[in-house]
């Protein structure tokens, strides 16, 4: 196997594994050179080492936020207080539940 520095860039692995998708964008060349000047003064070997760590951590953060429900303690304590008050979870409790579960909500 041939390694092609202009194919591959500087850095192709991701966290320690090749990485093999590839995303072909068109940018202003106003932002790329921002990018470009961003990335050396990060010390990064790559521009795109710069795009993916970006996206990799934005990604994450988004991720995050969108699965998970964050409420004021009152709020918490009154649900305990509901779900300790009802004998048996209702079919709407199941529901409610099994939509979380399954939409990856934490």
């Excluded at 521009?47 to 998970?68: F, G, P």
């Excluded at 979870?89 to 979380?100: E, I, V, Y």
Aim: some cysteine; overall charge negative; proline content about 2%.
């Amino acid at each position: 196997m041939t390694y092609h520095l202009n194919y591959y860039g500087i850095n192709p692995y991701v966290g320690g594994v090749m990485a093999t998708a590839r995303l072909d964008i068109r940018l202003d060349e106003e932002i790329k050179a921002k990018a470009e000047k961003a990335s050396a003064l990060l010390g990064l070997k790559s521009l795109t080492e710069y795009v993916v760590r970006l996206m990799d951590e934005d990604a994450t953060s988004v991720i995050k936020e969108h699965e998970s429900i964050v409420v004021k303690d009152s709020v918490f304590d009154e649900f305990l207080a509901a779900c300790n008050k009802a004998k048996m979870p209702n079919q709407a409790l199941k529901n409610a539940a099994m939509f979380t579960d399954e939409s990856g909500i934490k």
